[in-house]
């Protein structure tokens, strides 16, 4: 089992910055991808961005290229996720998730969340 826990979320003003964090903890030995997801209220769960073990592959969903930044520190257990020139439109619960089998491979764990709010 591994479990995953996000910070760094909170209310920021458009064109501002955030940086999500996930910790995972438990069977951290295996080679997980990491990705981050994000939910609005009254929308589905859509993805936003996923890094290999190794972080050399990354991917993005096309509305954050450019602005959003994924990378980990596997010394730290730890996946990032730098977000720039934030929109209200990015207003969303942001949740982190590991990929036993590898990026674009079924996510089997996931944190709870963290709440980001962009004020217009």
């Known amino acids: 089992q591994v479990q995953l826990v996000e910070s760094g979320g909170g209310l920021v003003q458009a064109g501002g910055s955030l940086r999500l964090s996930c910790t995972a903890s438990g069977r951290t030995s295996r080679s997980y991808a990491m990705g981050w997801f994000r939910q609005a209220p009254g929308k589905e769960r859509e993805f936003v961005a996923a890094?290999?073990?190794?972080?050399?592959?990354?991917s993005y969903a096309d509305f954050v290229k450019g602005r959003f930044t994924i990378s980990r520190n596997n010394a730290k257990n730890t996946a990032y996720l730098q977000m720039n020139s934030l929109k209200p439109e990015d207003t969303a619960v942001y949740y982190c998730?590991?990929?036993?089998?590898?990026?674009?491979?079924?996510?089997?764990?996931w944190g709870q969340g963290t709440q980001v709010t962009v004020a217009s």
């Open positions: 998730a590991a990929a036993q089998n590898g990026l674009g491979s079924q996510y089997d764990y």
């Open positions: 890094v290999s073990w190794g972080g050399g592959t990354l």
